[in-house]
């Protein structure tokens, strides 16, 4: 399995332009999460689908952040406008649906996306 | 979720054992303790997890204490390659669904050739 695809790797930009960024999770997986990385703050959730529908949005920053899952196989997160301060790296995650107590389904992580906002 | 304590940071050398303490002294009955890391430029990765037991699998074991408050994550033999920051997360088990992780400061291991 080719695992949790993310791209681009790095994304540049300038400040006020729309970003968008991509996430292919490994197939099969029922759950997709969007993660944002900073010195500051950490790994923090931003967002996860359940079925392709979004469960808890309550990381998401304001309302210039905004995520889709159009179907099973692809994702995106989307700034606009992006500011410097959204400068960051973003990962995906997958899982699977859990069976039941007790049966284990960790999350799989993309290598995320470094987003620099100039 | 209960909270996690885990040290900044650690050094070990190369080829000896490390345990990575993570003290949870809030833990309730139905929280797993899992270990994710994360090495340089890549995302997480899961290592092991647990709930009351020890467990081990080709990665690394985990001791948990009796009381639950903390466990110990355990490298058997440190690589270079398990230079990493590692991270001690609770979550509570419902039974189905999936985990939301939420990540704190992690403890980063640097490894000495």
């Known amino acids: 399995d080719a695992g949790v695809i993310q791209s681009p790797r790095h994304e540049v930009t300038e400040m006020g332009q729309e970003v968008t960024l991509r996430c292919k999770p490994i197939?099969?997986?029922?759950?997709l999460f969007w993660y944002r990385q900073t010195m500051m703050r950490g790994l923090e959730l931003l967002i996860y689908?359940?079925?392709?529908?979004?469960?808890?949005d309550s990381g998401m920053p304001e309302d210039r952040f905004s995520a889709k899952m159009p179907n099973a196989s692809f994702s995106t997160l989307k700034i606009q406008p992006s500011e410097p301060r959204d400068s960051a790296v973003y990962f995906c995650?997958?899982?699977?649906?859990?069976?039941?107590?007790?049966?284990?389904?960790?999350?799989?992580f993309g290598n995320g996306t470094r987003l620099t906002v100039t | 979720d209960a909270k996690t304590t885990q040290p900044n940071s650690m050094e070990s050398n190369e080829e000896e054992p490390v345990h990575l303490p993570c003290n949870h002294s809030?833990?309730?009955?139905?929280?797993?303790i899992h270990w994710y890391r994360q090495l340089p430029s890549q995302g997480p990765e899961y290592v092991i997890h647990?709930?009351?037991s020890n467990v081990n699998n080709r990665m690394a074991s985990l001791a948990i204490a009796e009381d639950r408050k903390s466990s110990t994550l355990i490298l058997h033999r440190a690589t270079l390659r398990d230079a990493a920051v590692y991270y001690c997360?609770?979550?509570?088990?419902?039974?189905?669904?999936?985990?939301?992780?939420?990540f704190g400061k992690g403890t980063k291991l640097s490894v000495i050739p």
């Open positions: 809030t833990i309730s009955g139905t929280d797993y």
């Open positions: 197939s099969g997986h029922d759950y």
């Open positions: 647990g709930l009351t």
């Open positions: 997360i609770l979550t509570k088990d419902s039974g189905a669904g999936s985990y939301q992780l939420t």
């Open positions: 995650a997958s899982s699977p649906q859990r069976k039941g107590t007790g049966v284990y389904s960790p999350l799989h």
């Open positions: 689908f359940n079925n392709n529908v979004p469960i808890d």
